[in-house]
């Protein structure tokens, strides 16, 4: 069984160890890092699906629109022909070679739209699916941000909850121990005690603690691991 010192010790070392762990869980609060690189990722993946569907059906409409303006044309060189505005047979073999080119072009224009009526559909799905993703990453985000703050809120609670309790818990240790401590502690990134497992081993770093160790910190002398330099603490019921 530890001493009533190195009891009053291990108390300040729980409040200590807290404070260090509510630090690292600050410092490493996910506030959506990972979401946003999968953001990210679907943007460069929605740059290429979805520019490939815009410019399909852009070029699909611009076809569309070039047939519209062949068939207007075509309409106005037949009512030119048979309008009786046209009388000239060189005008007549002009606009027959004009109505000729037309077609060609029309035929030429259908066979890309016939294409691109079979392209465009699967195109537009899977830019709509990259599209639905992105707008779901983003909502994940934002809900995660959310929990972040609330996360931080309570670690901040917590954090001066623990502060307030660490000055009456320092004065009750021997100014001596004390000072060993705080040496320590600023050495081993804030903790400066650990336990003693069940199997004999510094829960700080593992190392397995020699028996004539555990048997002076059964008489309640205090003991440093050999490896981490940690105080040790022993108690019956540790695991």
Same mark, same amino acid.
């Not at 004009?98 to 830019?127: C, F, M, S, Y």
């Not at 992105?134 to 809900?143: D, F, N, S, T």
């Not at 931080?152 to 009456?168: I, M, S, V, W």
């Given at each position: 069984m530890a001493s009533t010192e190195l009891q009053r010790l291990w108390k300040l070392n729980q409040i200590d160890s807290g404070l260090v762990d509510i630090r690292h869980r600050a410092a490493n609060l996910d506030v959506g890092k990972r979401l946003t690189a999968e953001l990210e990722e679907l943007k460069k993946r929605d740059a290429e699906i979805?520019?490939?569907?815009?410019?399909?059906?852009?070029?699909?409409?611009?076809?569309?629109?070039?047939?519209?303006?062949?068939?207007?044309?075509?309409?106005?060189?037949?009512?030119?022909?048979?309008?009786?505005?046209?009388?000239?047979?060189?005008?007549?073999?002009?606009?027959?070679?004009? #109505?000729?080119?037309?077609?060609?072009?029309?035929?030429?224009?259908?066979?890309?739209?016939?294409?691109?009526?079979?392209?465009?559909?699967?195109?537009?799905?899977?830019?709509?699916? #990259?599209?639905?993703? #992105?707008?779901?990453?983003?909502?994940?985000?934002?809900?995660?941000?959310?929990?972040?703050?609330?996360?931080?809120?309570?670690?901040?609670?917590?954090?001066?909850?623990?502060?307030?309790?660490?000055?009456?818990?320092?004065?009750?240790?021997?100014?001596?121990?004390?000072?060993?401590?705080?040496?320590?502690?600023?050495r081993m990134g804030g903790v400066g005690m650990a336990e003693v497992t069940r199997k004999n081993s510094c829960a700080g770093c593992g190392t397995v603690v020699a028996e004539r160790a555990v048997q002076s910190l059964k008489d309640e002398k205090v003991i440093t691991c050999e490896s981490c330099h940690r105080i040790l603490y022993y108690t019956e019921g540790v695991v």
């Open positions: 979805g520019g490939n569907a815009r410019k399909l059906s852009a070029e699909l409409t611009d076809l569309e629109l070039a047939q519209k303006g062949i068939d207007d044309k075509l309409k106005k060189i037949d009512k030119e022909m048979y309008g009786g505005s046209v009388v000239n047979a060189r005008e007549v073999e002009n606009l027959q070679k004009e #109505i000729a080119a037309l077609k060609r072009q029309r035929d030429h224009n259908d066979e890309k739209i016939l294409g691109l009526w079979d392209t465009v559909p699967p195109a537009k799905a899977a830019a709509s699916k #990259i599209e639905t993703q #992105i707008a779901e990453k983003e909502k994940q985000i934002v809900e995660r941000k959310k929990a972040a703050i609330v996360e931080k809120q309570k670690l901040e609670a917590e954090f001066a909850r623990l502060t307030q309790l660490r000055p009456d818990a320092a004065r009750g240790v021997n100014p001596g121990l004390m000072n060993k401590y705080d040496s320590i502690r600023q």
